[in-house]
């Protein structure tokens, strides 16, 4: 059973500080890695996608792969209380498919 | 442009009716999904549809039935459901990305079961 494991949080950050969201994998052969953001009530909108170890920025985001430590992380700089939501870990299945963490709810104190 | 669309936005429903959400997207993606979401919850997979045939079937009750009419098009049927089955049922499409398939999700349908 493919796993994804996310903590739940809630982790609290205040305004301008850096959030640091963490995701642990079962799949040693899985090669595709998603972070999508979940406002209460909204649908899930993707924010990065990863699929080489390293670093990959995009404006304020930071995605981070180990595939040898089977670890991704999503670094949010210069948190504002809009980044306020749950964030999900996803990794890609062999058919297409998402394997999804439980979410991680990130809360951001003006 | 990545839009997928979904309706109804909300669905109040009997234990006896028969209802269908609908999923079109217009991005030329080969994928097409529906997932369910209860709350706190991670989405759940109920079907895969790649290129208009079922890919995966997640084990998912027979009273949700789908229907892929054509490369645009998602349905989910709707019959004889349970209150438990009331959540958020989101339909995503996905695309190949750097060799990976890539999930855009709809807004959701959000359903009530009575």
């Known amino acids: 059973q493919k796993e994804v494991e996310q903590n739940s949080g809630p982790l609290s950050v205040p305004e301008g500080a850096i959030a640091s969201l963490n995701c642990t994998y079962s799949?040693?052969?899985?090669?595709?890695f998603f972070w999508y953001r979940q406002y209460s009530g909204k649908s899930p909108e993707l924010i990065m996608s990863?699929?080489?170890?390293g670093d990959k920025e995009d404006g304020r985001f930071t995605a981070q792969l180990n595939k040898a430590s089977q670890y991704v992380s999503l670094l949010i700089r210069d948190s504002q209380p809009s980044d306020s939501a749950t964030y999900l870990c996803?990794?890609?299945?062999?058919?297409?498919?998402?394997?999804f963490g439980k979410g991680t709810k990130l809360s951001v104190k003006p | 442009d990545t839009e997928v669309t979904q309706t109804p936005k909300h669905l109040v429903m009997g234990m006896t009716n028969k209802k269908s959400l609908k999923c079109e997207q217009h991005?030329?993606?080969?994928?097409m999904y529906w997932y369910k979401q209860k709350a706190k919850k991670p989405p759940e997979l109920m079907f895969v549809?790649?290129?208009?045939?079922?890919?995966i079937n997640e084990s998912v009750p027979s009273r949700f039935s789908p229907e892929c009419p054509n490369s645009s098009l998602l349905n989910l049927h709707l019959h004889a459901l349970q209150p438990e089955d009331s959540a958020l049922y989101l339909c995503?499409?996905?695309?190949?990305?750097?060799?990976?398939?890539?999930?855009?999700f709809g807004p959701g349908t959000r359903l009530l079961v009575l």
């Open positions: 995503a499409s996905s695309k190949i990305t750097g060799g990976a398939e890539t999930q855009y």
């Open positions: 799949d040693r052969g899985s090669q595709s």
């Open positions: 990863i699929y080489s170890n």
């Open positions: 996803a990794v890609g299945g062999s058919q297409g498919n998402l394997i």
């Open positions: 991005m030329g993606h080969r994928a």
């Open positions: 549809y790649s290129y208009e045939k079922l890919s």
